[in-house]
C-alpha cells in the first residue's frame, strides 16, 4: 500500500470468480454491492464475456440473489463498441457474435455488414460457424482491420473448457498472418474504459479480481490500487510466481466489505 493513494471512490470488480461462481453468488458478495450502495459508491462489474448484454447480465445476477442494475455492468463487448466508436465513429463491422457485442455495436452507432467492413469484429459465441470464420478471413484479406473482444483462449462449461475467443482468433491469425487487437482484459484499456463511464480516477479506483494474469495485471497497468480474492482460479501458492504483486491477498469478497 503507498502513502500516496487517496481512498478508494470507486470499485471496478470481476464477476465470475470474484461475485459469482457456476451462476451461483459466493458468499460475502451480496453484502459486498449491498454496502457499495450504502456508502454511495460509484462502481462497475466487469466481464470479458461478450456473449450477453448488461440487461441480460442483471437478470442472471438476480437470479442467484444479487442485485446490480444494468447500468453498472460493463463488458468487454462494451469496450470493444467504446473502443472502436473513439476510433472510427459511425464505421463498419463484420462481427462473429452473439447479441451482447451485434447490440453495443449497433448502440455506438456502427453498421454491420459482410461487405468490405472497416473492422472485422470477433467476440466469444456458442456455436462458430466454418462459414463465418471463413468470410472473417477473406475479409482481412482484403483490408479490413481485425478486432477481439478478450484474449481467452477457453470458457467455463458444466462438462469441461470450451473453446473461447482467442482460440478461434488464432486460427483465423495463422490463415492471414493478422493478430488482432484485444480490447478485454488484461488489456488496460478495459479499465480504462470502464473508468471513463463512471468518472473514476486511477489513484481513487480499487479493482477485484481472482486472477493474477488478466485482473491483476491490467489493474497494476491501469494506476488501480488491486485486490486478489482467493475464490477463483488462482491459489495463494499461485501468487508468488508471478512477477508483480496485488495491493492486497485476500480469502472472498466478504473480506472486502469492512474496506468498502
Known sequence: MTGDR????????DMDGVLVHEGQALPGAADFLARLV???RRFLVLTNNSIF????????LS???L?????SIW???LATADFLASQLPGGSAYVI???GLTTALHEAGYTLTDTAPDYVVLGETRTYSFEAITRAIRLIGAGSRFIATNPDVTGPSPEGPLPATGSVAAMITEATGAKPYFVGKPNPMMFRSAMNRIEAHSES???IGDRMDTDVVAGIEAGLETILVLTGSTTAADVARFPFRPSRVLDSIGDVVDLV
Open 6 to 13: 487517496r481512498p478508494t471512490e470507486c470499485w471496478l470488480t
Open 205 to 207: 479506483t480499487t479493482m
Open 38 to 40: 450504502e456508502a454511495g
Open 75 to 77: 463488458t468487454s463487448a
Open 63 to 65: 437470479r442467484s440473489g
Open 53 to 60: 448484454t448488461p440487461r441480460d447480465l442483471a437478470a442472471r
Open 67 to 71: 442485485q446490480v442494475p444494468e447500468e
Open 97 to 99: 457474435g452473439e447479441a
